[in-house]
């Protein structure tokens, strides 16, 4: 997939540009070897999704539980992960000659099994059987990112350049699929569907089609399948491949991806601070999955989307535009050390100053061209106005007009659709259509105005992208001075401050042992199959 190719209107220092990615670099070593040294409940639990294991123990008083949750943490109260989940639980699939993952976890339940780390010929035993697995679990990917390949070629991408994205949210994934089969009727391009409100903070994946999210429904492996089925037959239906999005953070960061590369999902929400910025969920755990789920996306072919446009809802979108900046840097190096090339990191940033602010949209333009011009081989993705907006939904429509037009004078690559009633209401139908008319409106009246827009050299434009960048690079030195993890605990990024020891999850991060395994790291370093 390529970007909008466009010659530099900017004229920034390449060495000033080569500063802040030298420092981000540094910033991120410490945060990155942290990553390489623990692991996390998560990222066992995902192997074993990898390894094969699905299905939950519906018997258990407080509801279903993921047999993965099962196993991983039997085997945390036996013999504790620092050496990995798969060595024990391939050597008691052996030991008790079990045919499946599922009848391990049954028996884990009943309290019919006991785990050991093995040792000698029984742990080259279970390396050797569990890797095996795993890599049956990722040819799957494999396969899901060539079938992608083989449908983008067949159907085509959309024509034109930025994608349109649309939300769906109704809490039930049946009534999801007929929104967003209409929504690509419509013109959409990519389908995002939102979690239920606090999934990011179950520590589990839930089991099967829901039908009662909050707000948004639930992130499942079956309502993944049943939204990316639908929308294969949509794709045929209009003529292009319709992309299907979802979120891949919170405490089952690295599982949802896993789900995600087995169910041909096309892009996931995933970002490097948003759960611990804005879910409290704790920075050595976020780090960790981060890291995990990176290599999986980069594996699946997946597009991640990262989320700095949230820091502009809770810090001014004009002292805070070098901390967006800021962390693009950060989140394109943790990609890249993950294995995620420029074409599947979709940087976030936002259409989020006052429009009250004099020349706001000016300096709208400069930030925007700013990210363009600092990653132009990423699919960047531009986020609307949600801070501003209020219930005069005739000044939204016009706000959203302007975000449009943006996002099409500066190159951008994804698009997410305005909604005029953002924070008044829950959209309805209507609004989704309108919503999509004002898109298709400016893209088409003025979708390649790009190529005559010149900022003046010496106007406020180019000014204010240098200067953002010149404050990006001083912040990037004290981060490095101090620590990325000291520097998110003072409240650099959104005004919100996450101590490196607390948040949510913090019991289930793991420091490796000198024996830990994981055939999962193993197989996606090596880029390998088998």
Same mark, same amino acid.
């Given at each position: 997939?390529? +970007?909008?190719?466009? /010659? ?18 540094? !910033? ?14 998560? *990222? ?16 258990h008083r407080a509801g279903d539980v993921p047999w993965v949750n099962r196993v991983v943490d039997t085997v945390a109260e036996h013999c504790g992960l620092q050496d990995g989940v798969c060595g024990p639980v391939f050597h008691a699939l052996a030991e008790h000659n079990l045919g499946s993952l599922t009848e391990l976890a049954e028996a884990t339940a009943a309290g019919q099994v006991t785990y050991r780390v093995p040792t000698g ?6 390396? $050797?059987?569990?890797?095996?697995? %795993? ?14 390949? $083989?449908? &983008?070629? $067949? ?82 239906? *209009? ?14 960061? /690295?599982?949802?991806?896993?789900? !995600? ?26 780090? %960790? ?23 502009? =809802? =809770?810090?001014?979108? *004009? ?6 900046? +800021? ?27 006052? /429009? ?19 990653? /132009? ?15 005069? *939904? ?22 997410? +659709?305005?909604?005029?009633?953002? !924070? %008044? ?16 409106? &400016? ?19 180019? $000014? ?8 990006? %690079?001083?912040?990037?030195g004290r981060v490095v001075d101090d620590g990325l993890l000291n520097a998110i605990a003072e409240g650099t990024f959104g005004l919100m401050k996450r101590p490196p020891d607390q948040g949510k999850g913090v019991a289930g991060v793991i420091a490796k042992g000198e024996g830990y395994r994981n055939p999962a790291t193993d197989l996606l370093d090596e880029g390998a199959t088998k």
């Open positions: 997939m390529s +970007v909008h190719s466009r /010659p530099p209107l900017l004229d920034l220092d390449s060495a000033v540009v080569a500063t802040a990615r030298h420092l981000a670099a540094k !910033a991120a070593a410490p945060v990155v070897e942290i990553a390489r040294s623990h692991t996390t409940v998560s *990222v066992e639990r995902a192997t074993l999704r990898l390894a094969g294991i699905t299905g939950a123990d519906s018997t010929k029984d742990a080259t035993r279970a390396a $050797k059987a569990s890797r095996a697995a %795993v890599a049956k679990g990722l040819r799957t990917v494999d396969r899901n990112r060539a079938q992608r390949d $083989k449908l &983008v070629a $067949k159907l085509g991408d959309p024509p034109r350049r930025p994608w349109i994205y649309l939300i769906v949210a109704t809490g039930d994934i049946d009534e999801d699929v007929v929104q967003a089969a209409n929504a690509a009727r419509a013109g959409a391009d990519i389908i995002a569907v939102i979690r239920s409100t606090g999934q990011s903070l179950l520590d589990y994946v839930p089991e099967g089609a829901t039908h009662h999210g909050f707000a948004g429904t639930y992130a499942t492996q079956e309502n993944f399948r049943i939204m990316r089925a639908a929308m294969d037959e949509v794709s045929k239906e *209009v003529g292009r491949y319709v992309r299907v999005t979802n979120y891949a953070s919170g405490l089952c960061m /690295p599982e949802i991806a896993v789900l !995600a590369g087995l169910q041909r999902l096309d892009m996931m929400l995933n970002d490097s601070m948003y759960g611990i910025l804005f879910r409290d969920i704790n920075p050595i755990r976020t780090f %960790v999955d981060q890291r995990f789920s990176r290599q999986v996306h980069a594996r699946a072919g997946i597009i991640i989307n990262t989320g700095e446009d949230n820091y502009l =809802t =809770t810090a001014d979108a *004009v002292d805070a535009a070098h901390t967006v900046t +800021v962390s693009q840097l950060l989140n394109e190096h943790f990609a890249h050390e993950a294995g995620l090339p420029d074409e599947l990191l979709g940087l976030g940033h936002a259409f989020e100053i006052n /429009p009250k602010v004099p020349e706001s949209f000016r300096l709208e333009l400069a930030h925007a061209l700013l990210a363009r011009e600092l990653f /132009p081989d990423a699919p960047l993705k531009w986020m609307p106005p949600t801070k501003h907006m209020t219930g005069d *939904v005739f000044n939204g429509y016009l706000l959203d007009g302007f975000f449009n037009l943006a996002g099409a004078l500066t190159g951008q690559s994804i698009l997410l +659709v305005g909604m005029m009633t953002e !924070a %008044v209401v829950t959209p309805f139908l209507s609004d989704r259509d309108l919503a999509l008319a004002n898109v298709r409106y &400016v893209l088409e009246a003025a979708g390649n105005l790009a190529e005559d827009f010149r900022p003046a050299p010496d106007g406020l434009i180019v $000014k204010r992208a240098h200067q953002v960048l010149g404050e990006a %690079v001083d912040l990037l």
